[in-house]
Nanobody, 115 residues
Framework: QVQLVESGGGLVQAGGSLRLSCAAS????????TGWYRQAPGKQRELVAA???????NYADSVKGRFTVSRDNAKNTVYLQMNSLKSDDTAVYYC?????????WGQGTQVTVSS
């Protein structure tokens, strides 16, 4: 079984940066992909970025060039570095992992970008 703990959200001014962390514990070797999703008020949850266990990444067009997803295998942690933040990035950000036959979600962390 895998447990996820997210951290790093907060309030930042437009143009600023934040780094989100998603720390996994338990059967972490079973994780094949880790993703970051976000959900703004009144909108559907959307994929922001994802990274596979071998380091392949993909990004939503809206964040390409501004956000970077990375992983530290020694710490079982995936990061989302968010730069040049815009008010449109305001949302609850969720970490999610996929393994063989399962998909788990973190509790979410609020990111608020003030203009």
């Amino acid at each position: 079984q895998v447990q996820l703990v997210e951290s790093g959200g907060g309030l930042v001014q437009a143009g600023g940066s934040l780094r989100l962390s998603c720390a996994a514990s338990g059967s972490t070797l079973s994780i094949t992909h880790t993703g970051w999703y976000r959900q703004a008020p009144g909108k559907q949850r959307e994929l922001v970025a994802a990274i596979s266990s071998d380091g392949r990444t993909n990004y939503a067009d809206s964040v390409k060039g501004r956000f970077t997803v990375s992983r530290d295998n020694a710490k079982n942690t995936v990061y989302l570095q968010m730069n040049s933040l815009k008010s449109d990035d305001t949302a609850v950000y969720y970490c999610t992992v996929w393994g063989l036959g399962y998909n788990l979600w973190g509790q979410g962390t609020q990111v608020t970008v003030s203009s």
